[in-house]
């Protein structure tokens, strides 16, 4: 049985993929159970390749530039496994990340994802945590939605620490078609027909550099950041009131 980890990257990017891939080969799963590593290159230049480890574990592919989005959703073809788990080029995951997403999920069949506490990686490699983390145990449907919209559109939980179940994934279209927040609709949307999970224990170091998408100006114009939240909302509001629960009967 395997787990799908997903990654999407760019050239500016690509050299973190070693440290991705050594947080990777530092997880622990149970018998039975691997992880198989998803690369999509958002584009189909020459920079990422060279940083790929060579291992029979790991799938590259190329494609089009369209986003981290696209990307994924892209990867999403060679994602033969029961679950997906999301790790950014620049972020690693501690040891026993998965273990945990896996148990908790194999645990309780009435929960479609899981989602872990972050820390901050900073670029002298000291980590800085983030205030408000919920308790750990299960995310009741709507509550994401209602913490991110009385919040500043700031989610309870990170969206990059995601691992959910391949089938639910598909079934709501992989990642928002937005140059960005699409991982956030994602989680919105999860949480609009399914129960969630969050741990306590840190299961995300999400890199802070100078190249990473969400520090460029683009990121936080106010007229597209506007659209971008208005359509993450009516998909989530949406979807709510389609009632269609996870797993159905639920």
């Given at each position: 049985m395997r787990i799908v980890v997903v990654t999407a990257v760019h050239g500016p990017s690509a050299r973190f993929l070693p440290e991705a891939y050594t947080s990777l080969c530092d997880q622990g799963l149970p018998e039975g159970w691997e992880w198989h590593w998803v690369i999509q290159e958002d584009g189909e230049g020459a920079d990422v390749r060279p940083y790929v480890p060579g291992d029979a574990r790991v799938t590259f592919r190329q494609g089009r530039a369209g986003g981290p989005g696209v990307a994924r959703t892209v990867a999403l073809a060679h994602a033969e496994g029961a679950y997906v788990k999301v790790l950014d080029a620049d972020d690693r995951l501690p040891p026993g990340t998965l273990a945990r997403d896996l148990a908790?999920?194999?645990?309780?069949?009435?929960?479609?994802?899981?989602?872990?506490?972050?820390?901050?990686?900073?670029?002298?490699?000291?980590?800085?945590?983030?205030?408000?983390?919920?308790?750990?145990?299960?995310?009741?449907?709507?509550?994401?939605?209602?913490?991110?919209?009385?919040?500043?559109?700031?989610?309870?939980?990170?969206?990059?620490?995601?691992?959910?179940?391949?089938?639910?994934?598909?079934?709501?279209?992989?990642?928002?078609?937005?140059?960005?927040?699409?991982?956030?609709?994602?989680?919105?949307?999860?949480?609009?027909?399914?129960?969630?999970?969050?741990?306590?224990?840190?299961?995300?170091?999400?890199?802070k550099w100078e190249g990473q998408v969400t520090g460029q100006k683009a990121h936080t114009d106010r007229a597209e950041r506007a659209a971008r939240m208005a359509v993450v909302e009516a998909r989530a509001r949406a979807l709510a009131g389609l009632r269609w629960p996870f797993p159905v009967g639920h």
């Open positions: 908790a999920l194999e645990g309780d069949r009435s929960l479609g994802w899981a989602t872990s506490r972050a820390l901050d990686l900073l670029p002298d490699g000291s980590t800085v945590g983030f205030p408000g983390d919920p308790e750990q145990g299960p995310i009741e449907r709507g509550s994401v939605l209602e913490h991110w919209k009385a919040n500043g559109f700031l989610a309870p939980v990170h969206p990059a620490s995601l691992f959910v179940r391949r089938e639910l994934l598909l079934a709501l279209g992989g990642w928002m078609a937005l140059p960005a927040s699409e991982d956030t609709g994602l989680l919105l949307a999860l949480n609009a027909v399914s129960r969630g999970w969050f741990s306590g224990e840190v299961g995300l170091l999400y890199r």
